[in-house]
């Protein structure tokens, strides 16, 4: 509400500064929620059943999209105003028309191993291999890409630590199981396998990974405590699926137990023709 009325108050005209400013207070106000949501899912695990459950469920959905909404707006209106400010000709915005996916993905894995050798003591390898003849790189949002694959690769860690952690087999060494991710395209679609050999999820658990405040940590430990920057929250992976589905992809996975997942996230090239500045002046001129 204070955000609402923050923008409905401040008067608008050729110049966006006042504007500007309200809605970076907004983005700056709004930083903290998502963790605040993660805490209040992991306290209430265990005490949301059934109905209750369906209704909370449903309303994390809509709820997590409107922000998703306002956040990708609010960040795109920011950047447009930077480039603008900063003289530059074409003006995309949050988009890159030469998003490269191997490398946001080679950056996602690098975050993740830190995450796992922080929290775990152990880190998986991760190879990442590009099969496509044509160009890879699309018109995409290089901060959501990396989200999206950041929590994927955090879910195949964990799990594939997990399994080194508690195996004892000499003969299946689980530390020679690196993640292993492929990259490949068309004219209108990105394709991104990541496939783990981490034991799977049983089948008892299903759908419920897709459940938010579902954790696969929350398996082997019902500690809120336990919850840190690598799992516990049972938020990434949802949101994950909610920014792919957002975005015009999807997410989803396929999992054998006791051997490990294959994740699929499919993803559309945005079409984006850059905005002008000389645009906005002959639309003027028009008015």
């Known amino acids: 509400q204070q955000s609402f009325q923050g923008l409905r108050m401040t008067e608008v005209d050729k110049d966006l500064t006042e504007f500007s400013a309200a809605v970076r207070r907004l983005k700056a106000r709004q930083r903290k929620a998502l963790s605040l949501v993660g805490e209040v899912l992991v306290r209430r695990r265990d005490s949301v059943h059934g109905t209750d459950k369906s209704f909370w469920m449903e309303w994390l959905n809509k709820f997590l999209q409107s922000r998703i909404c306002t956040e990708m707006l609010t960040s795109q209106y920011i950047e447009i105003v930077s480039q603008m400010e900063s003289g530059r000709t074409a003006i995309t915005g949050i ?10 993905c080679r950056n996602a894995a690098e975050a993740a191993r830190q995450l796992c050798a922080t929290h775990m003591s152990f880190s998986p390898l991760v190879e990442i291999e590009v099969r496509t003849k044509r160009s890879h790189a699309f018109s995409y949002i290089p901060l959501y890409l990396h989200y999206i694959l950041l929590e994927v690769l955090k879910n195949s860690c964990y799990a594939t630590a997990k399994a080194a952690l508690i195996s004892s087999s000499l003969a299946d060494p689980q530390q020679g199981k690196p993640i292993h991710v492929v990259i490949c395209s068309d004219d209108h679609r990105v394709a991104i396998r990541i496939s783990d050999m981490g034991g799977g999820i049983p089948f ?67 079409d984006t023709t850059p905005f002008l500045p000389s645009m906005l002046e002959v639309e003027d001129e028009d008015v």
């Open 95 to 104: 988009v890159d028309a030469e998003c490269d996916p191997a490398s946001i």
């Open 204 to 270: 008892d658990v299903g759908d419920k990974v897709w459940d938010f405040g579902f954790s696969g940590s929350s398996l082997f430990s019902h500690d809120p405590l336990s919850a840190n920057a690598l799992a516990g929250y049972g938020l990434g992976l949802p949101l994950a699926r909610l920014y792919a589905r957002y975005l015009g992809g999807s997410l989803s996975l396929v999992s054998l137990p006791e051997y490990g997942v294959d994740t699929y996230l499919f993803l559309p090239r945005i």
